[in-house]
């Protein structure tokens, strides 16, 4: 064997390891993290905690109607998204648009939803239209329409393209090739990314509330500010709880649609009952809380407004954009190793196929929850408190809230292993280690790569908003651009906003592609 052509690869792989860890500390330095400073600040976290107990629930009844408030949210979002995004999938996919201009058009149109925070949709809404739930479901409903649009191009892009040249080959047209070649292929996947839609909109909502759209967020803000902790520990955990309910029944319902496990008969009837609760839940939700079409009417005017006064954007700070730009990506890229760092226990932990304890992987799979309810920017005013303003509580803040994403993916990846090596290391007496060193990670790699390269992605996108709490990064910058009327100020640092992300945005997909 020829050394060279082996020396050629793992000299590639070594440089890249190489600018990879020079690049992470040049992060780690950029944010100013220093272990010293959270380890000093752990004193002042624990004052917090115990100024949080006894948890208040003296105001259940106000909790309850922002508890539906906040679903119901998530529930219009999720339902507006999925009517904007469904019909145009079919024409952003390269196999079903008519001409490529248009499916070029629609991927774009769907690149450009995802490329803006829903912290700046809601900051924006919030601003023209003022307080409540409205500003929040119109956030949702354009955030979630590019991550919906994108899932479904997808997986019409991944249909078997033997069943579409069988249905050509009968002279079907383009509306049957639709229906009897792709729907039936990409119906599970879609209701499953539905669900999962509406999972992250439940969370999302409560995240934005905190700047005024409305549910729990906005009365978990008010009360941190008149240091009403007790409340906010209530609020905690009613938001823990939500969190848990919704993620419980959304897996239960995408598992057994996935798996065609609903068509068997000891789990259809029980499907069945579970499908018409849900329905019935948020039929009742989204009636109780219906839409004010009257506000939007009126709120019309002012948004127009506000974008007409935004051009031509103003640049004039290029320099500082910048400075401000690299900050917010080296949040990103800080926070996501630390929750990589974090989320590999936890993900072993919590996989069914390796916790040897029930108790532990009970305990593993809450804290992976309560990690997820809890918002980024609600810990990064938890942070802030801890080790003051600035970079350092942003980068803490992504890392302890995508561990919780992170280490769900591990779990359920790991948990979908082939158990035939597992079992082969382990006769050889192995230690739990080895298993995992030898029958687990190389079957679980490729996906581990693409889901932390999709939490770097998700975290750069949210790093640019943590700067509203003064967490650092460009969002401070633009929070102040719109309080203080600088409407040009604010196009040109959204412009660098969305460059910034959908750069990211193609070499995350390009790097996806090559190790997937």
């Known amino acids: 064997m020829d050394k060279t052509k082996i020396a050629g690869p793992m000299a590639v792989n070594i440089a890249a390891w190489a600018l990879f860890l020079l690049v992470l500390t040049a992060c780690f330095i950029r944010t100013e993290c220093n272990p010293a400073h ?33 679903v119901a949210m998530g529930l219009w979002g999720t339902l507006f998204a999925l009517i904007i995004s469904f019909p145009m999938s079919f ?46 479901i119109l956030t949702l409903t354009l955030a979630s329409t ?11 892009e991944s249909v078997d393209p033997k069943t579409i040249e069988a249905v050509q080959a009968t002279g079907g047209h383009h509306a049957g090739i639709l229906r009897h070649a792709v729907f039936p292929q990409v119906f599970p996947l879609f209701i499953g990314y539905v669900l999962y839609t509406f999972d992250h909109n439940v969370r999302t909502a409560m995240a934005i509330g905190i700047i005024g759209a409305g549910g729990l967020g906005l009365e978990l803000f008010r009360t941190m500010q008149t240091f009403k902790y007790p409340q906010v520990f209530a609020i905690l955990i009613i938001m823990f709880v939500i969190v848990t309910l919704v993620d419980r029944v959304s897996l239960y319902m995408r598992n057994k649609i996935i798996s065609g496990e609903v068509l068997e008969k000891g789990n259809k009837a029980l499907f069945i009952s579970v499908s018409w609760i849900v329905v019935a839940a948020c039929a009742g939700l989204l009636i109780c809380v219906p839409l004010d079409f009257g506000q939007l009417i009126k709120g019309m005017p002012f948004l127009f407004d506000f974008v007409s006064k935004t051009f031509p954007p103003d640049f004039s700070d290029m320099p500082k954009y910048l400075g401000l730009i690299v900050d917010t990506l080296a949040i990103g890229v800080s926070g996501t190793a630390i929750a990589i760092i974090i989320s590999i226990p936890l993900g072993i932990l919590a996989s069914k196929n390796f916790a040897r304890y029930p108790v532990v992987f009970n305990i593993a799979k809450e804290i992976i929850n309560f990690c997820r309810a809890i918002g980024d920017v609600v810990f990064a005013l938890i942070f802030v408190v801890a080790v003051g303003l600035g970079p350092f509580a942003g980068v803490l803040a992504l890392g302890v809230h995508s561990a919780g994403l992170l280490a769900k993916f591990y779990a359920e990846a790991i948990e979908n292993i082939d158990n035939k090596p597992k079992e082969a290391v382990e006769a050889t007496g192995a230690r739990t280690i080895q298993v995992i060193r030898h029958a687990v990670f190389p079957q679980i790699m490729p996906l581990f790569n693409s889901y932390n390269l999709y939490i770097l992605d998700r975290n750069i996108r949210t790093s640019t908003v943590l700067g509203l709490v003064g967490a650092g990064g460009i969002g401070f910058e633009l929070t102040m651009g719109i309080r203080l009327f600088q409407y040009n100020k604010v196009l040109a640092l959204l412009i660098i906003v969305m460059t910034t992300i959908f750069i990211v945005d193609k070499i995350s997909e390009h790097i996806r592609k090559k190790i997937v």
């Open 38 to 70: 959270l380890i000093g600040g752990i004193p002042w976290i624990l004052s917090l905690v115990r100024e949080m107990f006894p948890p208040d629930f003296s105001r259940w009844r106000e909790y309850l109607r922002l508890t539906m408030e906040t």
């Open 91 to 136: 024409l952003g996919a390269v196999n079903t648009s008519p001409n490529k201009v248009l499916q070029a058009v629609v991927k774009s149109f769907f690149t450009f939803l995802r490329a803006i925070p829903e912290l700046v949709y809601a900051l924006i809404f919030v601003f023209s239209i003022g307080f409540g739930v409205l500003p929040g």
């Open 146 to 156: 590019g991550m919906l649009g994108k899932f479904f191009v997808e997986a019409i």
